[in-house]
Structure formats: structure tokens, C-alpha cells
């Protein structure tokens, strides 16, 4: 068999979907319905019709500039899934790395702990030819150099504006929250994309767990090609040490990510407010502010993230303005992403089949 046949993988979309789509449709829903309480539940919040003025007299030019923010976020979080798949070996193009971002967006918004977007990504990574295990150490790279920049980053903004911040209520204990939580998923992921040995043996306790059951037996069939699988993946997850240049471009395009997207906040701020309070610290007030809700357990940390967003911020906005600043700050970080992905995850792409490099 030839090196071109061997590196060729069969393409197929008759994957089943395991309702994926109809839990997904269910989330969309709750998000949505939970999203206009709140909307409402804000608009009422001090006076009602005060509240409606200050959403119809925001500065335009600063609504311009955070939809801006939010698609150099789109391109620069698809030019890290682009670099990791150049990584892992696969030749992604730009154009399905973007349509696989925003795919994912769609499905990080619409479910719990934002667990939906990445198995939907492989998914769509197969769709395109590209093998799970080749889809997994892509998506997991990209995950895991996403969550270290924010972890990172959430550390240095806590360690430079923690006297500003701590007269925040319970500021100390939710950073600490948030701090030990996003470790906790570095760390897990660490030991998972490196450390074979330790894989194994999860896998085989788990194998051992079901093995009593129809689907384990299965499974337990299929022992051999579930550990080329994942001896596949660990292969994979060793190359990014093994191209350190393409490594540190995803860093870089990972941070500039993550600035663009911080810095809708202050658009949003200077929609409604003259500029006092300097740009560097509402940066930092919404990067602890994203660590601290990045893992509360509903779609978009619906509830967490408006009233962080209300009590982090309400010392910048005064009180006509702050409940439309939650209002149109939610709708630019959050619903955007459901409005523009649903499009994509909707879309059944065309068969196409990458080359391994």
C-alpha cells in the first residue's frame, strides 16, 4: 500500500448524530427564554422608561467598533483552529477553519459549561475527512492554549488590580473560585494529551465499567481500534512541541483573540459614558470577570454573567445607564455568537478530503 492510499481518509457524513442537534434546539430555547427575563427583569431595574431612553441615545461609532471587536474575535479564534490543524499535520483551510469556529460558537452558547461546541467541531472536522482522533488533538490543543491564556492573563490582572477590585462583595473568594477551577481543567487536560500510560489505564477502568452492558461489550469488541485511536491522538498532541513557531502563532493569535473580545466592554462603556475611567482597567474588570463565570453551569452563564457584569461594572456606568450597558454588552458578547453561528451549524458542508502533511 502506498504512503498516499494510507494517509487518505474515507469521507462520509453518515454519522449519527446521537440527538445532539435536538438537546442542543431544547438549550437554545432555555438560553433564549432566560435571556429575555433577564432583559427584562434589567429594563426594570430603577426606571423603565429612563432605561429605554439610554438604550436609544448610545454613541454609534463605539457600537461600530465592538461588532468590529467581535470579528477580529471570530478571525483570530479561526486562525488558532487553522495553526493547530497546520500542527497536527492536516492541511485545514482558512475558510473551514472559520466555518468550524463559528459552528462552535454556536454550540458552546446554546449549552451548559459550553461542553456542546468541541464534540460538535470534531464532528465537523469529520465531515471535512478528517479522522476523531485527528479532530480531537486539534480541538484539544486549541482548547488547551485558549484556557491557559485566560488562566494566565486572569492571574496578572488579579495581581495588578487586586486593591482596585477587592472592594468588589466577595471578590477574593470568586477569583480564587475561578483561578482554581480553570487550573483544574488545564491539569486534567495536560495529563490526558500527554500522558499515555495514565490514558490507558482511564480507559481501560472505563472499559471495565461497562463491560457488563450491551454498549460496553461493543466497546470491548472494538478494544483494538479504540487504542489505535487514542495512541493516534497522543501522536498527534507531541507534535506541538515538535513545531514551536506554529505553536507560538496560535498563542499570539489566541491573545489577540482574547484582547478584542475584553475589549468589547470598554466599546460598550464608551457607548454610554464619557471616557473616565481609563480603558486598562475595564479590560481587567472583564477579564476576572470572564474567568470567574466561564464555567457556571448554564448555557452562557445566563443570570452569572449579566450580574457580574451589573455589580463588577455599576461603579463605571451611572444608574440611567448601566442596566442598557448589561443589555447591549450581553447581546455583543453572547447572542451574536448564537445569531451568526446558528447559520453554520445549521449547514450540512460538502465531502471533502484532507491530505495529512
Not at 493547530?84 to 459552528?103: C, E, P, Q, W, Y
Request: aromatic share 18%; charged share 15%; with cysteine.
Amino acid at each position: 500500500m502506498s504512503d498516499e492510499t494510507k494517509n487518505e481518509i474515507p469521507v462520509t457524513n453518515e454519522v449519527p448524530d446521537s440527538g445532539k442537534g435536538k438537546v442542543s434546539f431544547k438549550w437554545l430555547i432555555l438560553s433564549t427564554l432566560v435571556g429575555l427575563v433577564i432583559v427584562i427583569v434589567f429594563l426594570f431595574i430603577g426606571d423603565f422608561s429612563t432605561n429605554i431612553k439610554a438604550l436609544s441615545n448610545f454613541d454609534p461609532k463605539w457600537l461600530s467598533l465592538a461588532a468590529l471587536c467581535l470579528i477580529i474575535f471570530w478571525f483570530s479564534e479561526s486562525a488558532t483552529i487553522y495553526l493547530t490543524a497546520r500542527i497536527s499535520g492536516v492541511k485545514l483551510s482558512f475558510l473551514h477553519a472559520l466555518d468550524v469556529n463559528l459552528m462552535g460558537q454556536f454550540y458552546n452558547s446554546v449549552t451548559p459549561f459550553a461542553t456542546g461546541g468541541q464534540p460538535m467541531q470534531i464532528y465537523r472536522l469529520y465531515q471535512y475527512g478528517i479522522s476523531p482522533s485527528k479532530g480531537t488533538a486539534i480541538t484539544m490543543s486549541r482548547f488547551l492554549i485558549y484556557q491557559s491564556s485566560i488562566t494566565v492573563l486572569g492571574v496578572f490582572l488579579i495581581t495588578f488590580f487586586f486593591r482596585k477590585m477587592s472592594t468588589l462583595p466577595s471578590f477574593s473568594s470568586l477569583a480564587l473560585i475561578g483561578f482554581i477551577v480553570n487550573s483544574t481543567v488545564i491539569f486534567f487536560v495536560l495529563i490526558f494529551s500527554f500522558s499515555p500510560k495514565l490514558t490507558r489505564k482511564i480507559f481501560d477502568f472505563i472499559l471495565w465499567l461497562v463491560s457488563r452492558f450491551k454498549f460496553g461489550k461493543k466497546m470491548k469488541a472494538a478494544e483494538e481500534m479504540w487504542i489505535e485511536k487514542i495512541e493516534e491522538f497522543h501522536t498527534t498532541m507531541k507534535s506541538l512541541t515538535a513545531s514551536p513557531i506554529k505553536l507560538i502563532l496560535a498563542f499570539i493569535a489566541t491573545s489577540v483573540q482574547i484582547f478584542f473580545f475584553y475589549t468589547i466592554s470598554y466599546c460598550i462603556y464608551r457607548m454610554f459614558e464619557q471616557p473616565v475611567a481609563p480603558f486598562r482597567e475595564i479590560f481587567a474588570f472583564q477579564g476576572i470577570l470572564f474567568m470567574i463565570t466561564s464555567f457556571v453551569p448554564v448555557p452562557g452563564a445566563g443570570g452569572a454573567a449579566e450580574g457580574g457584569f451589573y455589580i463588577f461594572f455599576k461603579n463605571f456606568f451611572s444608574p440611567t445607564t448601566l442596566a442598557g450597558a448589561v443589555i447591549m454588552w450581553r447581546i455583543m458578547t453572547y447572542y451574536m455568537n448564537i445569531f451568526v453561528g446558528a447559520p453554520f451549524a445549521l449547514r450540512k458542508p460538502r465531502n471533502k478530503k484532507y491530505d495529512i502533511m
